[in-house]
């Protein structure tokens, strides 16, 4: 799955620390009930600290104290955008540029939040607008760059995230997108040079660390794949996806006992994740262990019911165990998910030219 930063859009939140300063804004609300600023600051302060459905009703405070309040619109359509709730947002950005047409943040928010919902289009069109109208606009450069990805686009996207670069030099965002860009286009020494520069600026960044044993990963250099990986989950003993790509070098090298430790490790951490059950039964499975395997690659299904490779490597399990009529079933099933599984169709053929008795 292709990683993107969510976050700000456009509009902007204050920073607040928390603690105290509510009390101060609740006294301010207290001797000014009806200043719709004093509502505007805790509405930040409320979004800040994430707790978005507080600061949507601080916003809404605002805009019924004054309904030509552009920044508590613009805010509050960041707000469900946070919560993925974009008809809502739109609303809001709508109204925003109602008031102010040439709002360049109103456009990029709009234009991000288009893309999420799929309507690639109206955001590359809404995040254009907003650079043209604030060429110096980074999170529409960064925004409209994620959007490109979205379309298999990388060399615009590239430009866009080199773009970020030069306007925020020191923002690691720019360097992880453009990383991933690179990675996906097969230029792996520019991907390496950009996560190593994201080291630079933001040193022990766990994701960093991982993006590079990615790069190592697809390039087959698995001693360095796992230096990295090592040093992902040593900055950050939570990161289980570092300990399935981890367990997955360990696999590969036929370590599949410590594989399967790395892989235990992932689902403790996640215990919904599909792959990290997928891996551990191809571990089991290659262990010779093909009841633990069948068990891991149902667990998988469970999560992921269109998981096309995880039915056929049950098939697989299932037809080393004798159980033909299952194993043919799930070979038949992972053929109708992927019909260019190739693993899968040699398996329905041998069973078809030995015509071996299903049971």
């Known amino acids: 799955m292709r990683e993107k930063l969510k976050g700000k859009i456009g509009g902007s939140f204050s920073m607040f620390g928390g603690g105290d300063g509510f009390a101060e804004f609740n006294k301010a609300i207290e001797r000014s009930p009806k200043s719709p600023n004093a509502y505007f600051e805790r509405a930040q302060a409320y979004c800040n ?3 978005l459905d507080r600061g949507i009703a601080d916003y809404d405070q605002v805009i019924a104290l004054k309904p030509d309040y552009s920044s508590a619109y613009l805010n509050r359509g960041n707000a469900y955008y946070l919560k993925n709730d974009y008809a809502r947002a739109i609303e809001d950005f709508d109204a925003v540029l109602r008031m102010k047409p040439d709002n360049p943040r109103a456009y990029c928010s709009r234009g991000t939040v288009y893309a999420a919902s799929g309507d690639y289009d109206r955001g590359i069109a809404d995040l254009t607008k907003a650079i043209k109208l604030k060429p110096d ?3 529409a450069h960064l ?3 994620n959007t490109y990805m979205d379309l298999n686009d990388r060399d615009h996207a590239i430009a866009d995230y080199t773009r970020v670069i030069k306007l925020a030099p020191t923002f690691p965002g720019g360097y992880f997108s453009r990383g991933n860009a690179y990675t996906e286009k097969g230029e792996y020494d520019l991907a390496l040079a950009d996560f190593t ?18 790069v190592y990963f697809e390039q087959e250099d698995y001693e360095h794949a796992m230096a990295e990986f090592t040093l992902a989950v040593e900055a950050y003993p939570y990161y289980a996806d570092a300990f399935i790509n981890r367990g997955c070098v360990y696999s590969l090298l036929q370590d599949h006992d410590r594989a399967i430790v790395d892989y235990n ?3 403790n951490l996640d215990a919904n994740s599909a792959i990290a059950y997928f891996k551990r039964g191809i571990s089991y499975q290659d262990k010779g262990d093909c009841v633990r395997a069948i068990a891991d690659y149902t667990k998988a299904l469970k999560l992921n019911p269109c998981y096309a490779e995880a039915y056929t490597n049950r098939g697989v399990a299932y037809c080393k165990k ?24 040699d398996w ?3 069973m078809e030219n030995k015509q071996i008795t299903l049971g």
Do not use: V
Request: proline share 4%; net charge positive.
């Open 137 to 139: 606009l980074m999170e």
């Open 265 to 267: 490790r992932a689902i």
């Open 348 to 350: 329905l053929d041998l």
């Open 197 to 214: 520069e994201m080291l630079r600026h933001n040193p022990g960044d766990a994701t960093a660390y991982f993006k590079r044993g990615n």
């Open 322 to 345: 004798g159980k033909y009529k299952a194993a043919c079933a799930d070979w038949k099933r992972a053929l109708q998910l992927d019909p260019s599984d190739a693993l899968a169709k």
């Open 143 to 145: 925004n409209r760059g």
């Open 49 to 51: 600290q994430g707790d």
